[in-house]
């Protein structure tokens, strides 16, 4: 992440209650989906795009399939194999029908080689 990047994904931490640690950088595998699972919350998937790493939520809107089990990366989308929806990793947009609500996108904060989320306030 560049130090613009980063700086920005920091302010944003003043909307937030906690910081919540997913998995090792190094966990990951470039292009291919990984679901967490996080205590109290619903789980996420987190994606690795180049250098950038993304995180959204983990169940899709329409057929309820976990994404990080089950979902194809493709660039920045996310594609559901039930029936072929899907969504923007960076925002949480769709991007194909049958889906027609958006998943929540999170920022995404990298330190010491690990991967954390900031979690929303409420």
Do not use: N
């Not at 169940?59 to 929806?85: Q, V």
């Amino acid at each position: 992440m560049q130090d613009a990047d980063q700086e920005r994904a920091d302010r944003r931490m003043d909307d937030v209650d906690s910081l919540c640690r997913l998995c090792a950088l190094g966990d990951l595998t470039e292009g291919q989906p990984h679901r967490v699972e996080i205590a109290g919350h619903d789980p996420v998937a987190v994606y690795k795009v180049g250098a950038e790493v993304f995180v959204t939520d983990d169940t899709c809107s329409h057929g309820k399939a976990s994404l990080g089990d089950e979902g194809e990366l493709d660039g920045f989308t996310i594609i559901c194999t039930w029936h072929d929806g899907a969504f923007d990793i960076r925002t949480g947009e769709v991007r194909a029908l049958p889906c027609a609500q958006p998943i929540r996108a999170y920022p995404v904060i990298l330190r010491d080689g690990l991967v954390h989320i900031a979690l929303p306030r409420g």
